[in-house]
């Protein structure tokens, strides 16, 4: 929302927790406000527990609807995110069709064209490193945007799909470990 709309709901916070409340109880839900809170990127509406899809869009429509604010600066409510990173082994460093080497575009292209991915967002542009200096295969870092539970990763985690004949598995990671250095060259 805009700075004016924020104002406006922000003066009158402590009615908005207790009209969402009974929002929220009249659509059976086992969550609560606890309050309100203003944050550099807009309203952040603080739960008791997590919210499920039918109670973010009740938050949604009343916020919404609500008479002091223009109804269409109301931005679509979305659960607090974080960071997780994904490992894929095994991918070849030439592609079999163009006998080009991998590039994190091509990565990219690859996990849009897959439906394990689906729902999926990128932090960042993919990391992709030969496994081994003489090695054909490469690994690629992926850092992903998931919900706090982590059930985005977990989904994802050892699974298998395929680019072109080969079979391909995901396994978590605690953080990209960015460019590794060569032991023996250094580079």
Known sequence: MNSDNIKKFMSKSSNHVSNLNRV???????????????????????????????????????VKFTNSIDSNDVKVPHLPQSKSYLK??????????????????????????????????????????KAFPKSYMTIVWLDIWDVQSGSKTKGLINRCFNVGNNIITIKGENINPGILQCKNCLK
């Open 24 to 62: 929220l109880k009249n659509i059976k839900s086992d969550i609560m406000v606890n309050f309100i809170h203003l944050d550099p990127l807009g309203i952040m509406i603080i739960t008791s527990k997590v919210a499920s899809k039918s109670d973010l869009q009740s938050i949604k429509n009343y």
């Open 88 to 129: 894929i082994i095994s991918i070849l460093y030439f592609q079999e069709v163009s006998l080009s080497p991998i590039t994190p575009k091509l990565v990219k292209d690859i996990i849009k064209q897959n439906q394990i991915f689906d729902n999926v967002i990128l932090v960042s542009k993919p990391c992709v490193i």
